[in-house]
């Protein structure tokens, strides 16, 4: 529409006459915020700016690929995919507390995004190096850097809207999505060509599934994890509410599936089995501070149960998570 193609040219504008000739790093994740700001900015200065997508191995399935697809093979963006997963999983073994584990993955993947920024920073990757660093802030995320704050909301902040590093790196910051709303972002998102699912996505924590399956993660479960939950997304996308024409994906909140690292018994044809369980979660919130447990039909339930214990070798048993927050939190860990 006219107001959102007006708005792009002057945002456009402003990032061109920010930046002039120089070089601009972006940190990728694959979430709404860095891609539409990744969109933006690319759609104004083409090939000076470079994403970095860190990929802790902790995505859902053909996350990473995706990401791929939209960025450097769709849009021809510069994009750098640092496979860091081995690292990441060899530092998470042996760790089973939650806040431990993301103490770690927070502080792995600056490390691994400040060693692959420095190389695009230092002369020789270009004529000059980047000089600026691109975040995905929104306003939102600029209110909240005002208040007070939980531990969750640091570690959230220090992972996403990496605090300091341009400082650190030495470079300029760049935050063209400053002004906005979330809605505003989709729709700019949505106006930049970005694929719809992609803009209107549930979030999805900085430490990914590492958050996801409770105590250690290993890659085993993770493997698990990734097949069973994108059965739950597939079929929560696909089955529609008849009164509202919505899917139960766009119904709900935030919707996810938990590895639990226990076995319990089961019964296959003539055979006895000993496999995992996962748990599916499903909420309702405005806010994302207190949540209702999504009252998902049975029938729906009933497919992704099904289809999770035939398809998924390794999982023999399906849950329901019925619990509201507060007390429960939305995520297990
Ligand atoms: P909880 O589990 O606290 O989650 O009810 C509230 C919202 O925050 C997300 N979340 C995180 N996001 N890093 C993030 O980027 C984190 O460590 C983290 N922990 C929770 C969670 O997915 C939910 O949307």
Known sequence: ???????????????RAQVGDEEVILGLSGGVDSSVAAALIHRAIGDQLTCVFVDHGLLRL????MVMDMFAGKLHAKVVRVDASALFLGELAGVSDPEQKRKIIGRLFVEVFKAEAAKL???????QGAKWLAQGTIYPDVIESGGAKSKKAVTIKSHHNVGGLPEQLGLK????????FKDEVRELGVALGLPHDMVYRHPFPGPGL???????????YAD???????????ELRSTIEPNSGKSWYDLTSQAFTVFLPVKSVGVMGDGRTYDYVVA????????????????LPYSLLKRVSGRIINEVR???RVTYDVSSKPPATIEWE
């Open 1 to 15: 529409d006219w107001v959102m193609r007006d708005h792009i040219a002057e945002a456009v504008e402003k990032i």
């Open 62 to 65: 053909n996350e990473g690929d």
């Open 121 to 127: 920073t230092a002369s020789g990757a270009s004529k």
């Open 173 to 180: 910051l760049l935050e063209p999505l400053r002004d906005l």
């Open 210 to 220: 590492g958050v996801r399956i409770l105590g250690e993660v290993k890659k085993d």
């Open 224 to 234: 698990l994890l990734r097949r069973a939950d994108a059965i739950f997304i597939e």
């Open 280 to 295: 599916l979660r499903a909420v309702q919130t405005s806010d994302f501070m207190t949540a209702d447990w999504a009252e």
């Open 314 to 316: 390794g999982i023999n």
